[in-house]
Every structure is written in C-alpha cells, then in structure tokens.
C-alpha cells in the first residue's frame, strides 16, 4: 500500500527540521564541551550531578547559558515544526507524481 503523498511530506519535513535542531544543538555541544571538558564533558555532568557542584562560577554560567540556548532552539525548531505541519494540512493539496509507460506493440 503506498503512503500518503501527504503524510510523506510532513514526515520529509518533520525529519529536515529535527535534523537541524539536533545538529545545531550538537555544534554548541561540540563548542562549549571544551568548558567542561575537565568535568568529562557536557553529558557527564547530566549523568551525575555531583560534579556539576566542582564547576566553577564561569562554567556554571556558561553551563546555564548553554542550556538556555539549547532550550530556545529546540523550542523555536518544535513550534515551527508544527507550523509547517498545520500549513501543509490546512492550506495545500497534494499529489505524488506518478510516471506513466505506454508501450505500443507492433504487429
């Protein structure tokens, strides 16, 4: 059975829009893990909060700053996700194109 042209846009768009949260979010990641790289990196110091409490002042602001930025990006990616997926669906028909072969015979 074929998928929706429909459904098949919005999950193509879906996935577009999530990869490049993800990978903005990773870039910052990437960036800012050169902070806290005494402290095993940004996902070590999630993992176990003890050693969030041995940054010091200026990691700990650039921790906070960091998690605010990642928070607005995945927040501005999540609602336009939802505003091209609300348009496609409200304002747009569509049709998947389909190739047609004749074949003639000859006798």
């Known amino acids: 059975m074929r998928e ?4 098949r846009l ?19 990641e990437k960036c800012f893990d050169l902070v806290w790289v005494r402290e095993g990196g940004y996902y070590d110091i ?5 050693r969030k409490e041995n940054l010091t ?10 998690e605010e930025v990642r928070e607005k990006i995945l927040n501005y990616g999540n609602n336009q996700k ?17 190739f047609h072969t004749t074949f003639q015979v000859k006798e």
């Open 4 to 7: 929706n042209p429909k459904d």
């Open 10 to 28: 919005i999950n193509l768009v879906s996935t577009r829009i999530m990869t490049t949260m993800i990978g903005s979010i990773a870039a910052l």
């Open 46 to 50: 999630l993992e176990n909060g003890a």
């Open 57 to 66: 002042p200026q990691e700990e602001e650039f921790l906070d700053r960091f």
């Open 82 to 98: 939802r505003g091209i997926i609300h348009e496609i669906n409200e304002y747009y028909q569509i049709e998947q194109k389909t």
